[in-house]
């Protein structure tokens, strides 16, 4: 009971007894409602006697003979008895009868119009509780209806925060099971059940002579597909359709949308599919009619389906709604059920870019290959990548197969075979040291002339279309101004030659030892390649990627300090390809090695004041998918003291067979060697003992020779951060009340890249007219529990005359950008507004 109705109680009790003759009050409560809190009456001139049934000769007794002196307030916890059965009528006849109705003090306590009293006293047995009362008050409803007392009453019992019906329906679908629901069964015990129904015909129009739950799920996912299905509902799903679309389309995208409650939609939408067979019914529907609708799981399937259907058809000119199968692919991915079959969703787009390549052609001017390479030809390898890197995500890929087999034949067959042998064609006739920059002059190019500190990276293997996904990376970081160039690897095209071209040097060479030296230096290990780096630049260092990655923030600040050009060694790419058990692993250390590197650049420049950075590699590499045949290998003997690799042989002879093509080192290095560098014109493979088969390198293919250069110019003194966002939490359309309250989550916890901000939330008309008080709120939780960044905001609308035909709108305001984050329509239904309809 709340506190207000007891005080009502006392304050009467207190009048009856005032003044100095002696009086005895009676009170029969017929339904014992008061009877947990009589004993905390405080009564300032009389006392409680508790009166029982059988008691009542003692209590005569008492009154009349042992105290005839005091005040006292005769409690009876049940219905006064007939006038032949209680012994007590003669001193009622000389005293006083006290009624309390429960349902008279809630309704003036809680300023409820008296017409409405009769339903406060309908459900009198709710109110039978002191928790159960409070919550109901603590709901703070201002306009009091049928309608707002009931949808209220079931809010405290779903435990909602608000009194909205859309509130009290989603707990009763997300919290509770459909049969033998929790909350319906509560609804039951107070009277509210048919209430309950009664609603959801008026909210949902959702009216049944049996209802349940179940057909008032069928009857709004039906109703839901209707309206994005482009034709009729199959006719057995009919019956199911309500006329009022709006509400049960507002509510349905609140619950697929809200990320506290979308897991236990897709669990509705999975029942409702089997219930009304949806898989084999909408199989019959042309997947144009459902391009807009994403209702069941099963519409995904169907598309995932017609879409492999066509590439395997190699119909790349397929279109739904005008829409081509990489929109088609992009549209699902945004909609409900993308997150869960993003993976085939990519997997397919990139097979149709990689399945358009069965007619590549490319030209044979060297400059021109190059340019068709960096412009549109590199897309071919970075899809083919993308599209086993997806296929590699399944759990099940075995529908795909066929898709693969096309895939991989296409792209070894018509684009590698085709473009290694062109790009050999045009490099035998051009002079390469003319045509693009070449990676031995790199540090001449685009170190020895800087005049701040840089960074280079060195990311082992990093290829180009690699190197063009982390540009893609940093241009859309906001505090970063990346350039992406290419150059030419040397040849062979393999880590220590390589790894040598990038540092400065004089002279570069390649021995009969097949040692690598720089200006007579050797150069394999990170000492070494410092040295050489200190002779050209004393204030340098070489270090390890994962040595950087250990370091703590001020040992991360030392390895910079003082320094003019520091080499970062990063190897994931080559570590992981090079390896026979994990050469197939190769595309996602691709995506690791993006991220990585992406990474230390944002951490070196936020914490070592460091801005310039330079991204390159030392070679490229080919990847396929299938195993080599032995087709696909050269045999070849070669001289005895030959350098001999599975992509390239160095001899002091040139090979000249069919299949192979050879280039001078002395045109390669730019010195005077002697000898020969013989490479197959395909993709195939020299057949050498031991190693992997699909991951090489070595030889001469813009996939091995063509390196990306990414010059990076991060901005001063910011850091990858963004601001902690909120979103509207409770399910509400309609405006009700004056006074209204309605729940939010900050949806990240503050952390080092979420940062705390304020808001400025409140609401305005369509207008502009801000039509509600203006809540502040500074979003600065740290919880990592979602339901604990859960908060309330109240609001107090303008006491006016709102039109229902209108939209308005609830808004939020980012303080420190004055960015609006958030706008959310609502109707405005506010009964009596404007001084509830009289002039004072």
């Not at 088609?328 to 869960?340: L, M, Q, V």
């Not at 460091?610 to 070669?638: C, M, N, P, W």
């Not at 690799?645 to 280039?663: C, H, K, P, Q, W």
């Not at 990858?720 to 309250?741: C, E, F, G, H, Y």
Request: charged share 30%; with cysteine; proline share 2%.
């Amino acid at each position: 009971m709340a506190e207000l109705n007891l005080k009502q109680i006392t304050d009467k009790l207190n009048q009856e007894f005032a003044g100095d003759t002696r009086k005895l009050v009676f009170w029969y409560d017929d339904k014992a409602e008061f009877v947990e809190d009589v004993d905390s009456l405080e009564l300032s001139n009389a006392k409680i006697y508790h009166l029982e049934k059988d008691n009542q000769f003692y209590t005569k007794h008492f009154l009349e003979r042992v105290d005839r002196s005091n005040n006292y307030l005769i409690y009876a916890p049940f219905p006064r008895p007939q006038v032949r059965d209680n012994h007590l009528e003669d001193i009622l006849l000389y005293s006083r009868q006290f009624f309390a109705d429960r349902a008279s003090l809630l309704t003036v306590d809680l300023g409820i119009d008296q017409k409405y009293k009769p339903v406060i006293q309908k459900y009198i047995k709710f109110f039978g509780a002191k928790d159960r009362t409070q919550k109901f008050y603590d709901l703070e409803l201002e306009n009091f209806t049928k309608e707002s007392i009931e949808v209220a009453l079931m809010s405290v019992l779903c435990k909602t925060r608000i009194a909205f019906f859309d509130e009290v329906v989603r707990v009763v679908l997300t919290d509770g099971d459909l049969e033998e629901n929790k909350f319906l069964e509560e609804f039951e015990k107070y009277g509210l059940l048919d209430a309950f129904w009664r609603l959801c015909e008026e909210q949902f129009s959702y009216t049944d002579v049996k209802p349940t739950l179940e057909k008032l799920v069928l009857t709004m996912f039906v109703t839901y597909t209707q309206r994005y299905l482009q034709g009729e509902v199959p006719f057995a799903w009919k019956s199911f359709l309500s006329y009022k679309s709006g509400n049960i389309i507002a509510f349905l995208d609140n619950l697929m949308n809200n990320v506290l409650y979308r897991e236990r939609y897709d669990e509705l939408s999975d029942y409702v599919a089997r219930n009304l067979q949806a898989k084999t019914t909408l199989e019959s529907y042309n997947p144009e009619s459902l391009i807009q609708c994403d209702t069941f799981e099963v519409i995904d399937h169907m598309f995932i389906k017609w879409i492999t259907e066509r590439l395997l058809n190699e119909d790349l000119g397929a279109k739904l709604s005008g829409k081509s199968i990489s929109e088609i692919c992009k549209d699902r991915r945004k909609r409900h059920f993308g997150d869960r079959y993003r993976s085939e969703y990519h997997m397919l787009e990139s097979a149709s870019y990689v399945i358009a390549a069965a007619s590549y052609q490319s030209r044979d001017d060297l400059k021109d290959i190059v340019k068709q390479y960096t412009t549109n030809d590199y897309q071919i390898d970075q899809q083919y990548r993308k599209f086993y890197y997806n296929y590699d995500q399944l759990n099940e890929n075995s529908h795909f197969e066929k898709l693969r087999d096309l895939v991989e034949n296409i792209y070894t067959n018509e684009f590698l075979a085709k473009s290694v042998y062109i790009w050999n064609v045009g490099l035998k006739k051009a002079d390469s040291s003319s045509s693009m920059p070449l990676q031995r002059n790199f540090y001449s190019k685009y170190i020895q002339s800087s005049k701040d500190r840089v960074v280079v990276i060195i990311s082992d293997a990093m290829r180009y279309e690699v190197g063009q996904s982390l540009f893609a990376k940093l241009e859309d970081d906001e505090k970063c101004t990346p350039k992406l160039e290419i150059m030419m690897s040397v040849l062979p095209s393999y880590t220590r030659l390589g790894m040598g071209a990038l540092l400065p040097h004089k002279s570069l060479e390649l021995t009969q030892e097949n040692k690598v030296l720089v200006d007579g230096m050797p150069c394999d290990s990170l000492k070494q390649r410092e040295a050489i780096l200190n002779s050209y630049t004393p204030n340098s260092r070489c270090i390890q990627f994962d040595d950087l990655k250990l370091m703590k923030k001020m040992e991360l600040r030392e390895v910079f300090t003082g320094m003019d050009v520091v080499y970062v060694y990063h190897n994931q790419i080559d570590a992981r390809g090079d390896k026979l058990s994990t050469e197939n692993e190769v595309f996602t250390a691709c995506y690791e090695a993006v991220d990585e590197v992406f990474t230390m650049i944002k951490r070196i420049s936020t914490n070592a004041n460091t801005l310039h950075f330079i991204v390159t590699s030392d070679h490229g590499f080919i990847y396929k998918r299938d195993k080599l045949q032995e087709t696909d290998k050269i045999i070849h003997v070669a001289d005895k003291d030959a350098f001999i690799n599975r992509r390239f042989i160095v001899a002091e002879d040139a090979l000249e067979d069919d299949g192979i093509t050879s280039y001078s080192m002395d045109k390669i290095l730019g010195n005077k060697d002697t000898k020969w560098v013989s490479v197959p014109v395909s993709s195939n493979v020299f057949k050498v003992t031991g190693g992997g088969q699909n991951f090489v390198h070595g030889g001469s293919s813009p996939q091995e020779m063509l390196v990306p250069v990414i010059d990076v110019k991060v901005e001063k003194g910011h850091a990858d951060t963004r601001p902690a966002q909120i979103v509207l939490v409770s399910m509400v359309q309609k405006i009700t009340n004056l006074i209204s309250s309605l729940d939010f989550i900050q949806s990240e916890p503050v952390s080092d890249v979420i940062k705390e901000t304020s808001y400025k939330v409140f609401f305005i008309s369509e207008d502009n007219e801000k039509i509600s008080n203006e809540c502040i709120y500074i979003a600065d939780k740290k919880d990592n529990d979602p339901s604990k960044r859960i908060f309330r905001l109240k609001f107090n609308f303008k006491n006016k005359q709102y039109d229902k035909s209108k939209q308005y709108y609830l808004v939020a305001y980012d303080e420190k950008n004055d960015l609006e984050v958030l706008r959310h329509g609502v109707v405005m239904d506010i009964a009596f507004a404007d001084d509830f309809g009289f002039s004072l």
